[in-house]
């Protein structure tokens, strides 16, 4: 088989598993019966991907929040990226999340990777984004949330940034 027809059938795989990965988004089948368990979906948010001849650029971010009482006023935010079949790029990510009621501010960044699709790979990447060290949550406070991520992608051209939202609740 040669190689044009093997990327031709490696990006009809990919595609048809884009929307079963993002759409779904990650499960978690502990909190699919935990009342306590809270989850917030964006939509899919698509960009220029910068080997251009590749799969589009395409992410996703998801907020989660435990609503144990030792476990409040906190979120996990993460990222989830549709991996790339010419090659691997790097993406700036850059949180802020606003509480509405307060007007706190909390903001993040992180660098991460986007690696390529193979046999042994996942089709996508997944960044976690926090406001402390080490910590894996932001702290926005308690009430409704607007949550911002900039995704800046890096690769063989340079191509506009994507902006994708969600909101949620913080209890």
């Known amino acids: ?26 499960s978690h089948a502990d909190t699919a019966t935990d009342p306590s368990y809270r989850q917030d979906d964006g939509p899919t948010c698509v960009g220029t991907n910068p080997n251009i001849v590749d799969l589009p650029f395409t992410i996703k ?8 009482r030792s476990q409040h006023n906190r979120l996990q935010v993460t990222t989830t990226m549709l991996g790339s079949v010419a090659a691997p790029y790097t993406v700036d ?4 999340a606003t509480n509405t009621r307060t007007r706190a501010t909390v903001s993040a960044t992180l660098t991460t990777r986007v690696d390529k699709i193979g046999f042994l790979t996942p089709f996508y990447s997944v960044a976690y984004l926090d406001d402390r060290p080490y ?10 949330v607007d949550i911002t991520v900039v995704a800046q992608p890096h690769g063989r051209v340079p191509v506009g940034p994507v902006t994708c939202r969600v909101n949620t609740v913080v209890s």
């Open 135 to 144: 910590d894996g949550y932001i702290h926005p406070g308690i009430g409704p």
């Open 1 to 26: 088989m040669d190689q044009t027809r093997r990327t031709s059938i490696m990006a009809a795989l990919v595609v048809a598993a884009t929307s079963t990965v993002l759409g779904a988004g990650i």
């Open 93 to 96: 990510l850059s949180l802020r």
């Open 61 to 68: 971010v998801t907020a989660y929040q435990n609503e144990l």
